[in-house]
């Protein structure tokens, strides 16, 4: 079982909607990554979080450390935000290392 | 800003060949990264540097070589390519806070092996 899981793994919508990423992971963390990948390949870290909720713009990150969980929603989706999106957790008390989810791949269509 | 710089952003390689990816951050980080992407699967660690003059090996350090040459720079050095080395490889650096501990990710270099 992989330490860090991501669902779903690909997801579509429409414009407009509302959409919801999940990740759970099985290690102890100090730090959880959401992070963007468009096509093309850069990757954009969006947050950063050890506790509760942050916002930036459309986008809300979430995480309760009590249940091992984070979620990444975005607000009335737009086609530009067709990326893959990527969970990442820092093992707690580690400096060096990432266990990266394998991503889930959003399209919006318009 | 710069940010993180990796070079070089293609490049194709006959089996048994060397070859190195260079990476600059100039934001002062201490901790950098190398990692690589292959489909179906995760971004994997291949070596870290937690500060200048230390590395270490991650995930999949097979294979490969590193240099924390200062501050600024890290790059991985494949000494004899072989074709499961083809892969996109990403350099990162962060600094090591809690606060301040967001990722910055190099545009990728896409290898090829022959």
């Known amino acids: 079982k992989n330490e860090v899981e991501q669902s779903p793994q690909n997801l579509t919508a429409q414009e407009g909607e509302f959409i919801t990423i999940n990740c759970s992971y099985s290690v102890g963390i100090s730090a959880l990554h959401w992070l963007q990948q468009h096509p093309g390949g850069g990757i954009v870290s969006l947050f950063m979080l050890s506790s509760g909720k942050k916002k930036h713009g459309r986008l809300i990150a979430t995480i309760n450390i009590q249940e091992k969980h984070s979620s990444l929603h975005i607000t009335a989706s737009h086609p530009r935000d067709s990326a893959v999106y990527i969970c990442a957790v820092r093992r707690g008390g580690s400096q060096g290392n990432l266990i990266f989810g394998k991503g889930t791949k959003l399209s919006v269509k318009p | 800003n710069a940010g993180v710089t990796q070079t070089p952003k293609f490049q194709v390689l006959k089996t048994g060949q060397s070859m190195t990816l260079q990476c600059a951050q100039d934001m002062n980080h201490n901790s950098m990264y190398w990692y690589r992407q292959d489909p179906g699967m995760g971004l994997r660690l291949i070596y870290y540097s937690a500060s200048e003059g230390t590395t270490d090996k991650g995930e999949v350090p097979n294979g490969y070589n590193v240099s924390r040459l200062n501050k600024r720079e890290f790059s991985l050095r494949l000494e004899s390519a072989a074709p499961s080395q083809t892969s996109v490889y990403f350099c990162?650096?962060?600094?090591?806070?809690?606060?301040?501990?967001?990722?910055?990710f190099g545009e990728g270099s896409r290898l090829t092996v022959l």
């Open positions: 990162a650096s962060s600094e090591w806070d809690l606060q301040a501990g967001e990722l910055f």
